[in-house]
């Protein structure tokens, strides 16, 4: 095809709109332009194209019979492009929100508030995907990631959603009655940590321990995890927020927070938000304004 050759889209309207009401208002006010813009395309169209569209010799305008011939292919080109513009519509607001997430915040933080989502939102679908990995953001894949860290990450939208500090914690059980101990002994330990991460050897690496877990170090899921912890099982690195109930109860022990304006995010690509992205991400804010 010729692009070239093409007349301008806005005129191609124009003439179409006309064709389908046989009237110069009510084609201004299906395209919400003026009927004066409708004549001034048309008048643009016919002079584009060489060729005599319309039959003004009576009191209404009429279509000439090449006007007709062009009225149909008109006709059928747009709806094609109206029927697939509306397919793939419909594809993306049916489609679910995607969330990727840690496993410990899906378990801690959002799956007890999803039920209130639900009940406001039933129209609204997601799709956790708890892991730590790191994901790309982008249309048809992830919608909203919600990481840890300390935001402004490339190429990506971040927004703090909930500020907590990292704490080292353990069972008393565990720690033979003391309510503080030195990396280097914390070392001699179980540890626990969630799948896919290293923050057991790398904190003790940034408190000058070279050595990882002397007693060895568990990988589980982050919904498992604070259970473990609470049953005495090792010593774990999480966000203070999950474990303040545990740690005001005694059933824990905080034995080091690291300072800093870490927290979780939400974390968006550059493309723009679907509705009902846009739905989730609002009551997301919502609920930590609650809390």
């Not at 643009?44 to 039959?55: I, P, R, S």
Request: charged share 15%; with cysteine.
């Amino acid at each position: 095809m010729d692009w070239m050759k093409m007349p301008p889209l806005a005129a191609l309207k124009a003439f179409s709109a006309f064709a389908e009401a046989r009237n110069v208002v009510q084609a201004g006010a299906s395209l919400n332009v003026s009927h004066a813009a409708i004549s001034q395309q048309l008048r643009a169209l016919e002079k584009h194209l060489n060729v005599a569209l319309l039959d003004r010799s009576g009191k209404s305008m009429t279509l000439t019979p090449e006007g007709e011939v062009l009225a149909r292919a008109l006709h059928l080109g747009f709806g094609a492009i109206g029927a697939a513009v509306s397919d793939l519509m419909h594809a993306t607001e049916d489609r679910p929100v995607h969330i990727s997430l840690t496993a410990s915040f899906a378990a801690s933080w959002l799956m007890p508030r999803l039920p209130a989502f639900q009940a406001q939102h039933p129209d609204v679908h997601l799709a956790l995907d708890p892991s730590p990995n790191l994901v790309s953001l982008g249309p048809g894949g992830v919608d909203v990631a919600i990481r840890y860290g300390a935001g402004h990450w490339p190429g990506v939208d971040s927004e703090l959603l909930l500020q907590s500090p990292i704490v080292i914690v353990a069972a008393p059980a565990l720690l033979g009655g003391k309510t503080k101990m030195t990396p280097d002994e914390l070392s001699q330990l179980p540890w626990l940590e969630e799948f896919g991460t290293t923050e057991a050897t790398t904190w003790l690496a940034e408190h000058g321990v070279e050595h990882g877990p002397r007693a060895g170090r568990i990988a589980l899921p982050g919904n498992l995890l604070l259970e473990g912890v609470r049953a005495g099982q090792g010593v774990t690195v999480t966000a203070r927020h999950f474990v303040e109930a545990d740690i005001k109860a005694g059933r824990i022990i905080e034995l080091f927070c690291e300072p800093g304006m870490r927290g979780y995010y939400t974390v968006i690509g550059a493309a723009p938000m679907r509705p009902a992205v846009k739905t989730f991400v609002g009551w997301l804010r919502r609920q930590v304004g609650q809390m």
